[in-house]
Antibody, heavy 122, light 110 residues
Framework: QITLKESGPTLVKPTQTLTLTCAFS??????????AGWIRQPPGKALEWLAL???????RYSPSLTSRLSIAKDTSKKQVVLTLTNMDPVDTGTYYC??????????????WGQGTRVTVSS | QSVLTQPPSASGTPGQRVTISCSGS????????VHWYQHLPGTAPKLLIF???QRPSGVPARFSGSRSGTSASLAISGLQSEDEADYYC???????????FGTGTRVTVL
């Protein structure tokens, strides 16, 4: 059974860097055919994909946020870390850690972590 | 700035069939498979349909998906009260957009 759990600050000040950690179990994240990623949802808005890291350490980022995003994995600790720089109130929302499978290019996200709420405010 | 367009709402009475549309383009739905996610209030989103019409284990058969050209649809047959949720379509985009979600549709059971 695959599980993912997010952790990190609930409140971040504008211009600060957000660092979120995802602790996962039930998969190794060492195969190129699987990965882990992050998806967020601002209050009252749609889901937005942020980043994906494959088991071979290849990474993909949302084009609109690529200059601010970084994703990394530590397979020995079974963790995936997302950093988002220069936080702004529009970055407020729930951030989900997700497992990726179904192929290198055209897979899907399943399951999802419970999510962690992040508020950006001074 | 969702790339895939869905109606904001849909509704039906228990037992009815509800269909949700998802409109994209040649760079996403037109060339890649579509996935659907269900987001129940207060819970994490859940994969409902993958590869256009495949149901993960545990998803009831009343949920079905289809794709035609640059559009896709999700149908819920025999609507139940526990189906009240937000539904999102999604697909990979061959252009610069990466993985894109739809605008989301809130389904209400009357």
């Amino acid at each position: 059974q695959i599980t993912l759990k997010e952790s990190g600050p609930t409140l971040v000040k504008p211009t600060q860097t957000l660092t979120l950690t995802c602790a996962f179990s039930g998969f190794s994240l060492s195969s190129s055919s699987e990965g882990a990623g992050w998806i967020r949802q601002p209050p009252g808005k749609a889901l937005e994909w942020l980043a994906l890291i494959y088991g071979n350490d290849d990474k993909r980022y949302s084009p609109s946020l690529t200059s601010r995003l970084s994703i990394a994995k530590d397979t020995s600790k079974k963790q995936v870390v997302l950093t988002l720089t220069n936080m702004d109130p529009v970055d407020t929302g729930t951030y989900y850690c997700v497992h990726y499978s179904g192929g290198y290019y055209f897979g899907w996200f399943d399951p999802w972590g419970q999510g962690t709420r992040v508020t950006v405010s001074s | 700035q969702s790339v895939l367009t869905q109606p904001p709402s849909a509704s039906g009475t228990p037992g009815q069939r509800v269909t949700i549309s998802c409109s994209g383009s040649s760079s996403n739905i037109g060339s890649n498979t579509v996935h659907w996610y269900q987001h129940l209030p207060g819970t994490a989103p859940k994969l409902l349909i993958f590869r256009n019409n495949q149901r993960p284990s545990g998803v009831p058969a009343r949920f079905s998906g289809s794709r035609s050209g640059t559009s896709a649809s999700l149908a819920i047959s025999g609507l139940q009260s526990e189906d009240e949720a937000d539904y999102y379509c999604a697909a990979w985009d061959d252009g610069p957009n990466g993985y894109v979600f739809g605008t989301g549709t809130r389904v209400t059971v009357l």
